[in-house]
């Protein structure tokens, strides 16, 4: 089975400081994927990115940026964090072609203060 | 702009019921519509999923309906349990669009034993 490892289950940031979100998949999948999942909304995408140095802008990309230089690593950058931005973060792997859909990490709770 | 709107955002049935949580979509475009469940402290995982050219699927106690000229799916789930009480979402893509999901709300059900 595919693992994807967020490195951090729960996060307490302070406004303003700069956070990153990293995520790991153990599996040679090209897609990932962060989302952000809130009460009533679903999961929101962020960024996307279908291979190593390329990224898209995803739905909802103000105040996110990301880096993937390993394929196995996608990390969600949050450069000034507010607390707009508490919410749980989801990542995300999909094997290009495949049917079978997405691999969710476990998710990162942050909360800003 | 929300592309797939889910309904009801939560629900309670009783064990042995049989709830249906309703999407629609507006892209005539999506030809892939899987449902995900998800647990407390979990991501979401993926549950079934089902194609455009066929009206229904099924897997187990679950049941995807697919209305195609209506834009419409559902999720049925024959003899619920306890144990299926957890978010539900739905979500839709394009093949070419690289497998990028749009999901719906979520819908947060509990089974009363």
């Known amino acids: 089975d595919v693992k994807v490892t967020q490195s951090s289950r729960y996060l307490v940031k302070r406004t303003g400081e700069k956070v990153f979100l990293e995520c790991v998949q153990d599996m040679d999948h090209e897609n990932m994927f962060w989302y952000r999942q809130d009460p009533g909304l679903g999961l929101r995408l962020i960024y996307f990115?279908?291979?190593?140095?390329?990224?898209e802008k995803g739905d909802i990309p103000e105040g996110y940026s990301v880096s993937r230089e390993k394929k196995e690593r996608f990390s969600l950058i949050l450069e000034s964090a507010s607390t707009n931005q508490t919410s749980m973060y989801l990542c995300a792997t999909h094997r290009r072609g495949d049917v079978y859909g997405y691999t969710f990490g476990s998710g990162t709770r942050l909360t800003v203060v | 702009q929300q592309q797939v709107k889910q309904s009801p955002q939560s629900l309670i049935v009783q064990k042995g019921g049989i709830p249906i949580i309703n999407c629609a979509y507006e892209?005539?475009?999506?030809?892939?519509f899987p449902w995900y469940q998800q647990f407390p402290g979990k991501g979401p995982a993926l549950l079934i999923a089902?194609?455009?050219?066929?009206s229904e699927k099924k897997e187990g106690r679950f049941t995807i309906s697919f209305n195609k000229s209506a834009k419409q799916f559902s999720l049925h789930i024959m003899d619920s349990q306890p144990g299926d009480s957890a978010t539900y979402f739905c979500a839709a893509s394009t093949y070419n669009q690289g497998g990028k999901l749009i999901f719906g709300q979520g819908t947060e059900l509990s089974v009363k034993p």
């Open positions: 990115s279908y291979d190593v140095k390329m990224k």
């Open positions: 892209n005539t475009a999506f030809d892939y």
């Open positions: 089902i194609r455009p050219d066929v």
